[in-house]
Nanobody
Framework: VQLQASGGGLVQPGGSLRLSCEAS????????LGWYRQGPGSERELVAT?????STTYADSVKGRFTISRAKNTVYLQMNSLKPEDTDVYYC?????????WGQGTQVTVSS
């Protein structure tokens, strides 16, 4: 299983970014794709997840600003109204049969 993420970068406060992550390889069709983030010295925290059936979850801190979506084995994170506190390394994650597979992180920096 491999996950390839893209879309991070530098954006001003109030701006938008869109992250993408494609999962490839062989894995069970019932799974969850999601995004997590982690800052220096911090625990990795959930941002949003999406099942294949369309159910989604969000961290309270991003509700109303971020939108997760997926098309088969690709997951997207549309991030609007970005704040400096959203600055982190973002990781995509495939959860399947009680295992988590992680992509490489992509840096998101929100700064003026």
């Amino acid at each position: 299983v491999q996950l390839q993420a893209s879309g991070g970068g530098l954006v001003q406060p109030g701006g938008s970014l869109r992250l993408s992550c494609e999962a490839s390889g062989s894995f069970f069709r019932i799974n969850v794709l999601g995004w997590y983030r982690q800052g220096p010295g911090s625990e990795r925290e959930l941002v949003a997840t999406a099942t294949g059936g369309g159910s989604t979850t969000y961290a309270d801190s991003v509700k109303g600003r971020f939108t997760i979506s997926r098309a088969k084995n690709t997951v997207y994170l549309q991030m609007n109204s970005l704040k400096p506190e959203d600055t982190d390394v973002y990781y995509c994650c495939l959860s399947v049969l009680r295992r988590n597979y992680w992509g490489q992180g992509t840096q998101v920096t929100v700064s003026s």
